[in-house]
């Protein structure tokens, strides 16, 4: 059994964040990833004017991210439609490239790098296919994936959520459609946010309902067939996607979900510390915040400052997380998702003052 302290399950941007930090102090900590090669995740893919700080000031620039610019946001329901502009300056960017260019920065500045997959973990051991390991502190940067022992609690009661996610591949006209803006469609029981990325193609995700997945005979296709049929401008940006693209999935998202407390030496980061609907954007966000927060209360009180440091950023995230969690909520609802948007045409400045309701604050 190797032991390493401390040790980062993930290399995703809350992993990431966190090691940039430690190494950035003269710390050495591990970094457990299960990729060599990092693909696109299934959430993410936004990086608000907020975020961009954050990455800043872990010495990652705009300029070296290289993402699409985005300057405002488009919501439909049916056919109304209505646009408002954001706060500030945000870009639509990969998982790939994002997570890529953090973990080497990491790497770069001190962190170690073990390509393995967790299997488990028990009190202070983690167990991966590759051997164990032992530390005092674990931090658990495992995204919307949970870990075995360390698993987060299902919500939802007998209709959780589902995640899905399609790359649109590059098109002329389906970059005209989006432009520089930022999409949520929102339908019955379920939303879908859509936007370019630096390589001209489209992220879109889903958050889904399982009922009205099973309405579509729990076929993704027969469900954006529906979608469609419904939704003009959904079905102008679905023309684009190849007939045999099947879709990343993820079941029960704990939308709203928040880690209150922790045991001693477990730092819980990203969705395993809080779980943001995604339509709010801010996912980026809090990952990043948490993995800077979680390293410097470790650097400043080792293992035992776990329960401190969770307990302080549940409460940084419980204002945004239950905004977004109200937006979500009314956006459910066809009745009440076409109200917002008809009020949002006539006031748009709301959009704004959502925008930075939902970001977490320093």
Known sequence: MRRSDPLIVGGGPAGSAAAITMARQGRRPLVVERQRVIGDALCGGFLSWRTLQQLGRLGIGAQELGGHAIDHVRVYSGNRTASARLPAGAIGLSRRRLDTIMLEHAVAAGAGLEIA??????ADVVRTDRGSFTADAIFLATGKHDVRGLARPRIGGHDPTLGLRLRIAPHPRLSALIGSGIELHLFDRG?????????????????VRKSRLAEADGKPATLFAELSAKSPHLEERLQWLAEACEPEAIASVPYGWRALDTAPGIF??????????SLAGEGMGIAIASG???????MAGGATAA????QAFARRTKRPVAVAKFLWERGESRWSAGLGVQ???FAPGLAKLFAQATRIGD
Do not use: H, K, M, T
């Not at 800077?292 to 470790?298: G, I, L, N, R, S």
């Open 117 to 122: 997959n967790v299997r488990g973990i028990v």
């Open 191 to 207: 939303y879908a946010g859509l936007l370019l990325q630096e390589d001209g193609s489209a992220n879109l995700c889903l958050a």
């Open 268 to 277: 819980r980061l990203g969705d395993q510390a809080a779980v943001i609907p």
């Open 292 to 298: 800077v927060a979680a390293a410097e209360a470790w």
């Open 307 to 310: 329960p401190f440091y969770q």
């Open 343 to 345: 009020f949002l045409r």
